[in-house]
């Protein structure tokens, strides 16, 4: 979200990004109670929510994420990804086999979000 509303960043990165707040949330948006305990919490969810600021995300992108991600689905950041490209060329995306939500990210993402950063800026 930052890199969508901050234009001084010269890029951004995100790991296992939760892109679709309110699909993620579905289950307590659900419930009979949800406006009652988190008022407001709808409208947050859909203004704060990624995919709807594809439009504002100019700056390089780096996303990375485990195919085998438990917490967040590939296929939800893969269409996140197309949506992006469709108006942003500078988005990278990689992804790695295993290593779950947390493992991939430590051992592999960061090392790949650091060369990233070197590369990024160095050619800008």
């Known amino acids: 979200m930052l890199g969508a ?3 001084r960043l010269r ?24 406006d009652m305990l988190f008022p407001g919490l709808r409208d947050f969810e859909r203004k704060a929510s990624p995919k709807n600021q ?5 700056q390089p992108l780096f996303l990375f994420q485990a ?3 438990s ?15 469709e108006t942003n060329p500078r988005v990278t995306f990689q992804t790695v086999e295993t290593g779950d ?9 960061i090392p790949a979000g650091i060369r990233w950063i070197k590369e990024t800026m160095d050619s800008n």
Request: aromatic fraction near 8%; hydrophobic fraction near 35%; proline fraction near 5%.
């Open 5 to 7: 509303y901050e234009p």
């Open 11 to 34: 890029g951004s990165i995100a790991y296992a990004p939760g892109t679709d707040l309110e699909k993620f949330h579905e289950k307590i948006l659900a419930t009979s109670m949800s």
């Open 54 to 58: 594809v439009a504002r995300m100019h």
């Open 67 to 69: 195919k085998d991600d």
């Open 71 to 85: 917490k967040v689905p590939l296929a939800t950041t893969e269409r996140f990804v197309e949506l992006l490209r």
């Open 101 to 109: 939500h947390y493992d991939a990210m430590i051992e592999q993402g």
